[in-house]
C-alpha cells in the first residue's frame, strides 16, 4: 500500500499544468457534497491547455457561495506564488467581481508545505479576510487512493482497484455508457414502486446488510440507488440538525 502512494506522489509530481488542472477540477467536482456549477475558466475548450486569467476555475458551493480555485505546478517559491494568487483573485480590476462575494479560496498545487508556510499563508488570507483552502501533493494523494481511485487511472495511467468497486456517480456512468443506450439508464427518474422502497428503507433502519436479489431486469440496481439516495439524504437532514 505503501509503495502505491509514492507511486502516485511521483506521478503528481510529474504531471504538466493542464493535466494538473483537469485532475484537480475533477477531485473538487467528486469531493464536494453540494454545488451548483463549476466553470473551467482557465481551460480551453475541447484542448487540453490552459489559459491565462483569474481565477483558474470558479464554483458555487453549499449555500451557494462563490469559490474561487487556483492551481499550480510550480516547483519553487510556492509561498510566494500562492500569495500572489491570492492577490489576483482579490483583485476586482482583474475578476470583475466584488471580493465581498467570494466565500473562500481554494488552492491546488502539487508540492508540500511546511508548518511555518502553511501557517504563513492562512495568516495572509486572514488579513485579506478570505478563507483559504490549501490541497497539496499529500492531500491529493491520500485522497486519491482512499476515495477517488478513477482519478488515478484516468488522469496519472496507474489503476488502484481491480474495477469491481467504483465511487457512485462513476458506477452510473459506466453503466450507462456500456449499455451502449440499449438499456434504461440508471439516472433517469425514480417513479411508484414506493412499498418496496420502505421496505428497503425499515429494514435499513435496523440493519447494517441487506440483500437485493430477483431475476435479471426486474430493475434491482435502480431501487438500489434509489434507496442509497434516501438513505443520504436521511443521513444529512440528521447531521444538520
Known amino acids: 500500500m505503501s509503495g502505491r502512494l509514492q507511486l502516485l506522489e511521483q506521478k503528481l509530481l510529474a504531471i504538466d499544468g493542464a493535466g494538473f488542472q483537469n485532475l484537480c477540477d475533477t477531485y473538487l467536482v467528486m469531493r464536494e457534497n453540494e454545488y451548483s456549477s463549476l466553470n473551467r475558466t482557465g481551460s480551453q475548450l475541447g484542448k487540453l491547455k490552459t489559459i491565462i486569467g483569474t481565477p483558474d476555475s470558479f464554483m458555487r458551493i453549499s449555500g451557494n457561495k462563490l ?4 492551481y499550480t505546478t510550480q516547483a519553487t517559491a510556492i509561498v510566494k506564488k500562492i500569495k500572489e494568487d491570492i492577490d489576483k483573485c482579490l483583485d476586482e480590476s482583474k475578476t470583475g467581481v466584488e471580493t465581498n462575494e467570494v466565500h473562500k479560496i481554494i488552492v491546488c498545487f502539487n508540492s508540500r508545505l511546511k508548518v511555518s508556510e502553511e501557517t504563513s499563508l492562512q495568516k495572509y488570507a486572514s488579513k485579506k479576510k478570505i478563507n483559504l483552502e490549501l490541497i497539496g501533493i499529500d492531500t491529493l494523494a491520500l485522497d486519491i487512493m482512499s476515495k477517488y481511485y478513477s482519478l488515478a487511472r484516468d488522469f496519472l495511467g496507474m489503476s488502484l482497484d481491480t474495477g469491481q468497486i467504483l465511487p457512485f456517480d462513476v458506477f452510473i456512468g459506466e453503466y450507462n455508457n456500456k449499455a451502449n443506450q440499449l438499456s434504461t ?4 427518474l425514480f417513479f411508484h414502486r414506493k412499498l418496496e ?5 425499515a429494514i435499513l433502519n435496523s440493519k447494517n446488510l441487506l440483500i437485493l436479489s430477483g431475476a435479471a431486469g426486474v430493475g434491482k440496481t435502480k431501487i438500489g440507488i434509489e434507496a442509497i439516495n434516501v438513505l443520504k439524504t436521511k443521513t444529512l437532514h440528521i447531521y444538520l440538525m
Open 185 to 188: 439508464p440508471l439516472d433517469n
Open 67 to 70: 469559490a474561487y480555485i487556483e
Open 197 to 201: 422502497l420502505d421496505s428497503i428503507q
